[in-house]
């Protein structure tokens, strides 16, 4: 018996220093050294102050910025200390319903899916490129400027598929709503 | 679906094979011993240890020496997410779990499911996730990897009794191959944008002056072994939807191709081990077929959108896009949901439980089918080669000569042996779903009404006993009647399962190895492909039919209805 268990404790007790200790610390020493930014969680910060996570979206509920998706988060929407999706079933009918809201809300005929769905992190960053246009007229009436000034700051957010292939385009809302305040000079 | 949806698949699969052909020979001089760039390192472990590498183990001392080390890491891991509370690196100030949810956690990570009934970022503190989860994601890895190495050479010599060292084989996989492979993967992750820090959480003063408090922790090394080891827990609760644990596309690509390279590789170490790499191509052939069918499967149904949906005026362009993140796209979406429970990983890029009816249908099939497909790391392999001989069986009937794979004469014994293996699975899953339907405490963890509901105890059990460890998602799962018994089914989907396998070695590395004559039914053609690929499906798939029928076939018909509940 000990000739089985000996080995087994032994290396159990080992490789848990070797993989869980020294590994992960020593893979934090070198992505602080070489990704600092990334390693810390590519926050924002503006005036010295952290606003956030270029990956992480935040929260917009006022006319005068542009708006994510729906997040399913508890208890409120954006709450990047727990993510979380709706979960609900394709037949669900309180998904349903909110889907009909969410479409009212934007107004039709037709909404872009994701202005109408809660994402499956419930912190996505990113709206398509589709539904920032259709927040153009709102944020532009709410601050005061030109359609087509937003419309070209908007088309300077799209960020293409990555290595020109992957994924889909999108526009950072963080981002773009920086750029907004930036713009508008507050 | 779009072209270039199509071509971003293409491209993932093509680097997948691409590196698979490298590491499948380079896994195999690893096995071999012919590996030596830590040897330092490796005999020091064995000294400390009290190891001899050289001596051979018979299939019996092979089962207990890897029972010993999975029970010792089910202890440990065990112990420390009882006592998190107490213990160092825990910036948010964790309690202990349940002891419920540390038996099914700690049972999950061993047995290389991940099933998490808890959220990462709300529960575990970074000496969990370090010590306990990561390091149980290596353990189970290599665990699966060194049993399939027993198989392999099962069938490489005649007439002998040693599968080789446990230990040797656990440690080697460990050290020279996921150790490697999960730091320069980690590094990567890092430059993309996974945090890896010991700071539990950063505040944020929002732009329209609220607070956000952004949960860190190490994710990046832990992540990298999480794809490679093919375990698919997550650092946070949403997975590698969490923007942390997939920031891009690119990374989500990344993750794909780290959950597919190795249990293809081994497909083609096999070849190398038994001398003959068409027979390892034959098998990553099928894998490869089943994984296209799958993904453009899903690709369909997702790209299609819920037609509740399009009727209440949502936009058809982007497809269903409940539960889905927008920087990963549908396409390799699809294609990671048919990887991750292909290949019995659990991670999810895309919340499975809003997909549609045929979308979830899926990826509970490719599980059901045995994982296999690739399967796991080492489990699929040797998951597969079960399936192998009981298509050379099926063949052997056919033609009346007793069947041979490989030189070795397949008899009653391991057809016996692998109908038991094959057969876990549909008892494990059917019993266990049947019971928790007709109880009251666990009927009442289920979210959604109607067919839905039933599919979401029906995956629960899927996952568990197939170690995979996705979900759907809505399921309350951290019950004592839930952890327990997907516990149990867990247990059984490994453990139950790979010792008849392991016996079947034992059998077959025994039989002398018998010369190709003309009677031989060749095993690395397109008609062995097409009867292997029909046996998986009929034998593997063929006896969830009815359950299927009630959960998402009856749901998808009753969405077509225009139904909900």
């Known amino acids: 018996m000990t000739a089985i268990l000996r080995p087994a404790v032994a290396m159990v007790l080992l490789l848990t220093a070797l993989l869980g200790i020294a590994m992960p610390l020593a893979m934090t020493g070198i992505a602080g050294l070489v990704f600092p930014d990334q390693a810390g969680g590519s926050l924002i910060r503006r005036d010295g102050r952290v606003v956030g996570s270029a990956l992480i979206g935040q929260a917009f509920t006022g006319p005068r910025y542009f708006h994510p998706r729906p997040s399913a988060t508890a208890p409120e929407p954006y709450n990047a200390a727990a993510g979380a999706a709706s979960q609900l079933g394709p037949t669900s009918a309180a998904l349903l319903d909110s889907v009909r809201q969410r479409v009212a809300a934007v107004g039709g005929p037709t909404v872009p899916a994701d202005a109408a769905t809660a994402s499956g992190s419930g912190l996505d960053p990113h709206i398509s490129p589709e539904n920032a246009a259709r927040q153009i007229a ?16 908007v088309a300077q957010h799209i960020e293409g598929r990555e290595l020109g292939l992957l994924g889909e385009p999108r526009v950072n809302v963080l981002r773009l709503n920086l750029a907004l305040d930036a713009l508008a000079g507050t | 679906m779009t072209w270039i949806g199509w071509a971003q698949i293409a491209l993932v699969l093509a680097c997948v094979i691409a590196a698979a052909i490298p590491l499948g020979r380079y896994i195999d001089a690893v096995a071999a011993g ?59 100030g964790f309690g202990g779990l349940s002891p419920w949810l540390a038996f099914n956690t700690a049972v999950s990570f061993v047995t290389n499911t991940n099933w998490q009934a808890y959220s990462g970022e ?15 994601n290596f353990l189970s890895a290599a665990t699966g990897i060194a049993l399939a190495l027993a198989v392999c050479r099962a069938f490489a010599a005649g007439g ?15 050290l020279y191959v996921l150790l490697p492979l999960s730091i320069v993967v980690g590094l990567v992750f890092v430059a993309m944008g996974m945090p890896q820090t010991l700071v539990g959480a950063a505040g944020a003063t929002t732009l329209e002056g609220g607070t956000q408090t952004i949960a860190l922790g190490p994710v990046a090394f832990q992540v990298a072994i999480k794809h490679l080891g093919t375990n698919g827990g997550g650092f946070f609760g949403v997975n590698a939807l969490h923007p942390f644990e997939g920031p891009s596309a690119l990374a989500t690509a990344l993750q794909i191709w780290a959950q597919q390279v190795i249990p293809f590789a081994l497909a083609l170490t096999f070849g190398h081990i038994v001398g003959d790499v068409r027979q390892g191509r034959a098998l990553l052939g099928v894998m490869l077929g089943y994984i296209l069918i799958a993904t453009a499967l899903v690709y369909a149904a997702e790209a299609g959108g819920n037609p509740l949906h399009l009727a209440a005026g949502v936009d058809p362009a982007q497809g269903n896009m409940e539960g889905k993140d927008l920087r990963f796209g549908m396409a390799l979406a699809a294609l990671f949901t048919a990887s991750t429970t292909g290949a019995s990983c659990g991670a999810v890029n895309a919340m499975l439980d809003s997909f549609t009816p045929l979308g979830g249908l899926v990826p509970m099939v490719l599980i059901q089918l045995g994982e296999v497909l690739p399967g796991g790391v080492g489990s699929g392999l040797y998951g597969m080669l079960v399936f192998v001989l009981l298509a050379v069986f099926v063949a052997g009937l056919m033609v009346g000569r007793t ?11 391991e057809v016996k042996l692998a109908m038991l293996a094959v057969l876990v699975l549909p008892a494990s899953i059917l019993g266990f779903t049947a ?3 007709v109880l009251p405490s666990a009927v009442s963890s289920i979210q959604d009404a109607g067919p839905h509901g039933l599919s979401e105890m029906l995956y629960a059990f899927t996952s568990a006993t197939g170690n995979n460890g996705s979900a759907f998602g809505g399921l309350t799962a951290d019950t004592p009647w ?35 004559s003309t009677g031989t039914f060749p095993t690395h053609g397109p008609l062995f492909a097409g009867l292997l690929a029909g046996v998986i499906l009929i034998l593997g798939g063929l006896q969830f039919m009815p359950a299927l029928a009630l959960g998402p076939l009856a749901e998808h018909f009753v969405l077509l209805a225009g139904k909900t509940f």
């Open chain 1, 138 to 153: 709102r944020v532009a009436q709410a601050r005061g400027l030109p359609e087509d000034r937003l419309a070209a700051l």
């Open chain 2, 403 to 413: 069947p041979e794979y490989l030189g070795k004469k397949v008899q009653a014994r």
């Open chain 2, 34 to 92: 012919r590996v030596a760039w830590l040897a330092p390192l490796e005999h020091a472990l064995y000294q400390a240890a009290g190891i001899d590498p050289a001596r051979g183990m018979g299939w019996k001392a092979y089962v207990l020496a890897m029972l010993a080390a999975n029970a010792g890491g089910f202890v440990l891991l065990y112990a420390l997410l009882r006592l998190q509370g107490a213990l160092p690196l825990n910036p948010q």
């Open chain 2, 435 to 437: 019971v928790s339907l």
């Open chain 2, 122 to 136: 709300a529960a575990m503190s970074h000496l969990s996730q370090m010590a306990g989860l990561t390091v149980q």
């Open chain 2, 482 to 516: 839930l952890n327990t018994t997907l516990g149990i089914a867990m247990l059984l989907g490994r453990f139950a399962y790979v010792v008849p396998v392991m016996a079947i070695a034992g059998s077959l590395a025994a039989k002398p190895k018998l010369g190709a």
């Open chain 2, 160 to 174: 002998v009794k040693n599968l080789g060292n446990f230990w040797a084989d656990f440690l080697r996989i460990t």
